[in-house]
């Protein structure tokens, strides 16, 4: 089975063009080409398949551990990448439908290959039955919680997929294995019957902002797209920063803005194919 791996700010996954490729067991082909031991290591499993619903190209997506998720806004742009440098479409805008609805996508090209892309995330979704959490509609927004002994705050926000966006926590006091520590017990925690992504943010300013992701069925990852919108929108609604910010990831930064003429995050950031080879699946 052919394969390639790409990256958005070091969000990396294997990719398989179902155009031309079977994948019979999708989960247990993810959890085998995810370990960084023995696979090829990645942070999950996204196949790229024929559109149903009149896109370009369709992506299915798999976290590490298998499960499947809706939505993720690095790998949206390097599916992108593929198609069109793949030769599966060479429309621009393009329209990739996903687990949580179509994504265009405006294209940056250069030399023939697709560099940067921005993805019209869709409005972000506020009300708990959304992500799901068990919260009511006024303890979205800074609940209360205790985070590594400190106290803090809690936004939700789902942008097809939950997130929750923690304020309170110096980043320097989350090393890696506090990090896990807190992520995991935040992302399993009873609140969320679905589990949820976790996103640890310092405000910079109101236009910079740092953060930290520990996504849902994956771990610590480089970057997240969807975590650095839900943080934009999080950020707006506590009034801690504006509707146009970079966010600092460990991977580098992505460019968010939350518009208000039309209620639609806007994420902008860079695709890279790294390798491809052959899985003896």
């Known amino acids: 089975m052919r394969f390639t791996k790409m990256h958005g700010l070091g969000n990396c996954y294997i990719y398989v063009n179902c155009f031309t490729e079977t994948v019979k067991d999708a989960p247990a082909l993810a959890r085998a080409v995810s370990d960084r031991n023995t696979g090829v290591g990645s942070d999950g499993l996204i196949l790229i398949r024929p559109p149903r619903e009149g896109g370009d190209a369709r992506m299915e997506m798999y976290n590490m551990d298998g499960s499947r998720g809706q939505m993720c806004g690095n790998a949206v742009r390097c599916v992108a990448k593929y198609v069109y440098d793949h030769g599966l479409s060479k429309s621009n805008p393009m329209r990739i439908e996903t687990d949580a609805g179509v994504r265009v996508l405006d294209l940056t090209v250069a030399d023939g ?77 009873e609140l969320f019957p679905e589990r949820t992504n976790v996103h640890f943010v310092e405000v910079m300013s109101p236009r910079e902002i740092r953060v930290l992701v520990w996504e849902r069925g994956s771990g610590a990852t480089a970057a997240c797209g969807t975590g650095a919108s839900a943080c934009c929108v999080a950020g707006v609604l506590t009034g801690r920063s504006g509707r146009e910010v970079t966010v600092h990831l460990p991977g580098g930064p992505l460019a968010i803005e939350w518009r208000e003429s039309d209620d639609h995050v806007y994420m902008t950031g860079p695709a890279v194919e790294i390798f491809s080879g052959d899985w003896p699946e």
Do not use: F
């Open 113 to 189: 290959k697709v560099t940067h892309a921005r993805v019209d995330m869709g409005r972000p979704r506020l009300a708990p039955g959304d992500l799901p959490v068990k919260l009511t509609p006024d303890q979205m927004i800074d609940y209360p919680i205790e985070v590594a002994g400190r106290a803090a705050t809690m936004t939700c926000v789902s942008m097809g997929n939950p997130h929750a966006v923690i304020y309170g926590v110096p980043l320097a006091e989350l090393a890696p294995w506090k990090l896990e520590q807190e992520g995991r017990k935040i992302e399993c925690h």
